[in-house]
């Protein structure tokens, strides 16, 4: 007599995928150690997340960095990943996934190197020329003739004076104030603060023939990363077609006792210095002794604090207060560190 044989079916869960990760705990470590924990954990707890994406360092070309950069749609599900900025001329791309999982499938290649959250900057101040010996650099016809400076801040109000009255950047021909653009939410305003006007206006006295550059990446009181970052992308695609020499960033937040590598703004300075750019940016104005703010901290970064100029007797801010002052003497609202 015939016989069936017993088929005995297996049913296995997820077959044919990967499963669905659902619990930052379930992370695998080396993928979960490129972004920062609370990224992750919003991402499992609150749904569609706007992240930054870094390129690892030995992906040098921009051509392989387009590359790369479409990958990383690539390995996400159909419509659950898009690209909210691709800046072409740095390593970086700010990204949003709908999911933990996919999330996780773009970070965890080998060709990325990091993942950062969107960061909010708040605004700091400079100050004074004979103790940076500007005197004699100009003596010496150091002017910044034929140079630019791109001042990421609030904005500038061209049409002062000290501008040369500008009816529109680059007008009349002596204006000082070649370019103005919003990198941030268009406010309709030359500088809704006048910070970035104030900055500008120093920059103006101490390289009296070089031209400026009002990149406005505020909205309000608050500079996003991603809008600084936007800003420092055409200043490396537009540095020859300007000259530009440096960036100034009077901005920036939190503190770091070390010389901050989690940092994508960080990312964006080291490439830009990289082209020949030079970037400027305050310590901050915490009043920490052994720490800068970001992104001052950042490698790259040429941090700049702030000193007296000159004896001025006892001097009080709201924050604290130094009793005796003294040329060079490091103020008592200014971050300071070792790597300054």
Same mark, same amino acid.
Do not use: W
């Given at each position: 007599m015939f016989q069936r044989p017993l088929v005995i079916v297996l049913l296995m869960a997820g077959c044919g995928g990967t499963d669905t990760i659902t619990s930052v705990d379930d992370l695998p470590a080396a993928p979960r150690a490129k972004a920062p924990e609370s990224m992750w954990r919003a991402l499992a707890t609150l749904g569609p997340r706007s992240f930054i994406v870094a390129l690892s360092p030995t992906v040098t070309a921009p051509s392989a960095w387009r590359y790369h950069k479409a990958q990383l749609l690539g390995v996400a599900p159909a419509g659950e990943a898009a690209v909210e900025a691709d800046w072409d001329q740095l390593p970086?791309?700010?990204?949003?996934?709908?999911?933990?999982?996919?999330?996780?499938?773009?970070?965890?290649?080998?060709?990325?190197?990091?993942?950062?959250?969107?960061?909010?900057?708040?605004?700091?101040?400079?100050?004074?020329?004979?103790?940076?010996?500007?005197?004699?650099?100009?003596?010496?016809?150091?002017? $910044?003739? *034929?140079?630019? +400076? #791109?001042?990421?801040?609030? &904005?500038?109000?061209?049409?002062?004076?000290?501008?040369?009255?500008?009816?529109?950047?680059?007008?009349?021909?002596?204006?000082?104030?070649?370019?103005?653009?919003?990198?941030?939410?268009?406010?309709?305003?030359?500088?809704?603060? $006048?910070? *970035?006007?104030? +900055? #500008?206006?120093?920059?103006? &006295?101490?390289a009296p023939g070089a031209k400026l550059l009002a990149l406005d990446v505020f909205t309000g009181e608050a500079a996003y990363s991603t809008d600084i970052i936007s800003a420092i992308n055409w200043s490396v695609a537009n540095k020859q077609a300007y000259n530009i020499a440096a960036l100034n960033l009077s901005l920036g937040g939190g503190s770091s006792s070390t010389p901050c590598t989690s940092d994508a703004i960080g990312v964006a300075l080291g490439t830009a210095r990289a082209a020949g750019i030079a970037p400027v940016v305050a310590s901050g104005n915490n009043g920490f002794t052994g720490a800068l703010s970001s992104p001052a901290c950042a490698p790259a970064a040429i941090s700049v604090g702030a000193v007296y100029d000159t004896a001025l007797g006892g001097i009080g801010y709201g924050s604290c207060s130094d009793s005796t002052t003294a040329a060079d003497q490091i103020t008592c609202f200014s971050n300071s560190a070792s790597f300054l």
């Open positions: 970086l791309i700010q990204v949003r996934a709908s999911t933990l999982d996919t999330a996780l499938a773009m970070i965890d290649r080998d060709e990325v190197a990091a993942a950062y959250e969107i960061e909010r900057y708040q605004l700091a101040d400079a100050e004074s020329f004979p103790l940076i010996g500007q005197p004699a650099a100009i003596a010496a016809g150091k002017t $910044g003739a *034929g140079a630019s +400076v #791109a001042v990421l801040d609030t &904005g500038t109000d061209y049409t002062r004076a000290d501008f040369g009255s500008c009816t529109a950047p680059g007008v009349p021909a002596g204006c000082r104030v070649a370019y103005a653009h919003d990198f941030a939410a268009d406010d309709s305003v030359r500088d809704a603060s $006048g910070h *970035g006007t104030n +900055v #500008a206006g120093i920059i103006a &006295g101490l």
